[in-house]
């Protein structure tokens, strides 16, 4: 069966795109703004280059056609913290999803525990095995409600046990598949 993407409405595309690049990572993206620490979990996310390391979310509009409450925040204070989840946060991360006011904090509103690492960044959720603290770097125009926004990572945390003296890295996040999360699981 061929899908020819000029048939098909934005939903089913959606729907159609989002089940075929899977497993997608998922940034549980920190930002705060005004005191308000906002939470909230991005599948439309990629390394995109390491020299400079940069990686890429895609960020849609509300319903109501203003910007999410991270992108708007990324704008301003071109400062995000990109955590990662694991299995047992899972039922956390689809909360954060919630859309809630801008001066609402799911942060507040789902007891999240958060952790001011560095000073110049958003606080990283405090259980999360990694998190990359960045700084907003560009975004790129296309037509329709989807603002792709680059980030530079300029620091990282990882847990001491998670990476090895050659760097190699030993983290269990959970990714996007369809409507469902999924585990990394081994060969
Ligand atoms: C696992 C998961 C992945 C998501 N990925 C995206 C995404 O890539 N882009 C997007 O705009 N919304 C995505 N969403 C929806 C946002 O999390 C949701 O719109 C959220 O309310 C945005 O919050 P904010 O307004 O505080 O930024 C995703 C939701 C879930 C549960």
């Not at 899977?22 to 993206?29: D, G, L």
């Not at 203003?66 to 899972?90: G, Q, R, V």
């Not at 990694?130 to 792709?148: H, K, N, Q, V």
Request: aromatic share 8%; hydrophobic share 40%.
């Amino acid at each position: 069966m061929i899908l020819d993407y000029k048939n098909i409405d934005d939903l089913n595309r959606y729907k159609i795109m989002s089940g075929t690049v899977i497993p997608r990572p998922i940034a549980w993206i920190v930002t705060e703004e005004n005191g308000v620490l906002n939470c909230a979990p991005f599948s439309y996310f990629i390394p995109i280059s390491s020299n400079p390391a940069l990686v890429l979310v895609a960020i849609g509009k509300k319903d109501d056609g203003s910007p999410k409450d991270s992108l708007a925040n990324i704008l301003k204070t071109k400062k995000a913290t990109i955590c990662f989840a694991k299995k047992e946060d899972a039922a956390l991360v689809q909360k954060c999803a919630t859309p809630l006011a801008k001066d609402e904090s799911e942060v507040e509103k789902f007891e999240i525990e958060v952790k001011r690492e560095l000073e110049d960044y958003p606080p990283m959720i405090a259980n999360t095995q990694s998190a990359l603290f960045c700084e907003y770097y560009d975004t790129y125009e296309i037509p329709g409600d989807t603002t792709p926004v680059i980030l530079e990572v300029k620091q990282q945390f990882i847990e001491d046990d998670k990476i090895n003296e050659r760097n190699h890295v030993f983290i269990d996040n959970i990714g996007r598949c369809g409507v469902t999360f999924k585990a990394l699981v081994d060969l």
